[in-house]
C-alpha cells in the first residue's frame, strides 16, 4: 500500500497545481459568498413619499409607524428620487403611502419585494384594527393601552433551548462555509480516485500486479491517498476559517474534523462508484465534474432550510454523503450537538460508503475480466 502512496505522492509534488487551486477556491469562493450574505442581511433600505395634497401629513405619520421594524429603513424620499432609484436598482421597490392606503412600486415581483409588501400591509391592517377600535377616542391613547397592556399580557411567550439557553439565529455564513469546503473537496477526492483508472488504461497497474504489491493493497494505497488529501485539504480550510478568520464555528472543533472524515470516506467511496461505471480517465474527467455541481442545488446547501420540499429531490439528495455531512456538522457548530445528535448522519454516510465500494470494486474487477 505505501509504495503506492509515495508514488502518488511523488506526482502531486511534481504537479500540485491542481490541490492547490481546489484548496485555494473553497477558501476564496467561501469567503465571497459568505461576505455577500452577510451584506444581504443588513438592514434594507425603502424609499416612501406620498402624492396626496397633504403629502407632508401623511409621510409624517406612516414614517414612524413604519420603522418600528428594524429590518427595514424608510426614509422620506422625493416622487422622481424613488422612481428612479427602483429602476436603477438601487432599491427593491418603493411605497406610495396615502391615507389609509399604499402602492407598491418595484421593478420585479421577487421575494425581497414580497417580503417588504407583507410587512407594510401588516402595519396598515394593524393601524385600521386600532382606528376601528378607538372610535371618536384619540388613537394615540388607545395604541398606549394597547402598548402597556401587551406588555404584561397575561399570556406570554418565551422561546428557550432544550438546555434552558437561548435559541440561536440560523447561520447561513456557517452553511456555505461548510457547503463550499466540503464541495470543493468532492471534485479533489474524485480526481484522486480516478487515479486508479489511469492507472489501468496506461498499463501502470497491470506491471503493479507482477510485483510484490497485491491488488488489495494498490487500492488501499489509491483510495487511502484520496482520502488524506481530501481531508487534509477540508482541514485547511477549517482551520484557516476558526483560528485566523475567526468565524464562529463551535466548541467541538474536534466533532467537525471527524464528520468531515467520515464524509471524505464516504466521498471516497462514491467516487469509486463512478469509477466503476467509467472506462477511461477523459469521460470521468467530463461526467464526474459535470453530476457533483448538481449535488449541492438539490440539497438545498446555498438556500436557507425548508426551501426544498419536493420528496423526489430529497430522495437523491439523501443518496449523497453531502446532505448528512451538512446536517451533522451544522447541528454541531450551531447547537453544540454531541456524539447521540450525529450519529444517524454518521451511520447513514458510512453506509453510503460501504454499498457504494463495494459496487465500485465489484465493476471495476468485472471490467478489467
Known amino acids: ?6 508514488a502518488q505522492l511523488k506526482k502531486d509534488i511534481r504537479s500540485p497545481w491542481l490541490v492547490i487551486l481546489l484548496t485555494l477556491g473553497s477558501i476564496l469562493f467561501t469567503y465571497i459568498f459568505t461576505y455577500v450574505n452577510n451584506n444581504e442581511q443588513t438592514q434594507t433600505t425603502i424609499p416612501i413619499f406620498s402624492s396626496d395634497f397633504n403629502s407632508s401629513e401623511v409621510e409624517e405619520k406612516w414614517e414612524p409607524l413604519l420603522n418600528a421594524n428594524q429590518d427595514y429603513v424608510f426614509v422620506i424620499t422625493d416622487e422622481s428620487e424613488a422612481h428612479a432609484d427602483v429602476e436603477e436598482g438601487n432599491s427593491e421597490a418603493a411605497i406610495r403611502l396615502s391615507e389609509s392606503d399604499y402602492q407598491i412600486i418595484a421593478a420585479s ?51 428557550e433551548s432544550i438546555e434552558d439557553g437561548e435559541v440561536p439565529e440560523y447561520n447561513m455564513q456557517l452553511q456555505l462555509l461548510f457547503g463550499f469546503t466540503l464541495f470543493l473537496a468532492m471534485f479533489t477526492i474524485g480526481f484522486k480516485v480516478n487515479g486508479v483508472t489511469s492507472d489501468k488504461i496506461s498499463g501502470v497497474w497491470d506491471r503493479m500486479i507482477l510485483s510484490p504489491v497485491s491488488k488489495t493493497a494498490m487500492y488501499a494505497g489509491h483510495l487511502f491517498y484520496s482520502f488524506f488529501i481530501g481531508f487534509i485539504q477540508i482541514c485547511i480550510v477549517l482551520v484557516i476559517f476558526n483560528y485566523v478568520m475567526d468565524y464562529n464555528l463551535g466548541h467541538n472543533f474536534g466533532m467537525l474534523l471527524t464528520v468531515s472524515a467520515v464524509f471524505t470516506l464516504s466521498m471516497v467511496s462514491l467516487a469509486m462508484l463512478f469509477t466503476g461505471f467509467i472506462k477511461t480517465p477523459e469521460q470521468f474527467n467530463m461526467i464526474f465534474p459535470s453530476i457533483i455541481p448538481i449535488v449541492p442545488v438539490i440539497s438545498g446547501v446555498y438556500m436557507p432550510p425548508g426551501l426544498i420540499s419536493n420528496p423526489v429531490l430529497l430522495f437523491i439528495a439523501d443518496l449523497f454523503p453531502l446532505v448528512h455531512a451538512m446536517e451533522a456538522l451544522m447541528d454541531i457548530a450551531l447547537f453544540d450537538a454531541g456524539w447521540n445528535e450525529v450519529t444517524l448522519p454518521l451511520v447513514l454516510m458510512l453506509l453510503i460508503g460501504v454499498i457504494c465500494m463495494g459496487v465500485g470494486v465489484n465493476l471495476v474487477e468485472r471490467r478489467t475480466k
Open 1 to 6: 500500500m505505501f509504495p503506492v502512496v509515495k
Open 109 to 159: 415581483n421577487t421575494q425581497a419585494v414580497q417580503l417588504v409588501e407583507d410587512y407594510v400591509h401588516t402595519v396598515f391592517t394593524q393601524e385600521a384594527q386600532l382606528e376601528a377600535a378607538s372610535g371618536s377616542e384619540d388613537i394615540e391613547a388607545t395604541r398606549k393601552q394597547i402598548g402597556g397592556y401587551l406588555e404584561d399580557a397575561p399570556l406570554q411567550m418565551q422561546t
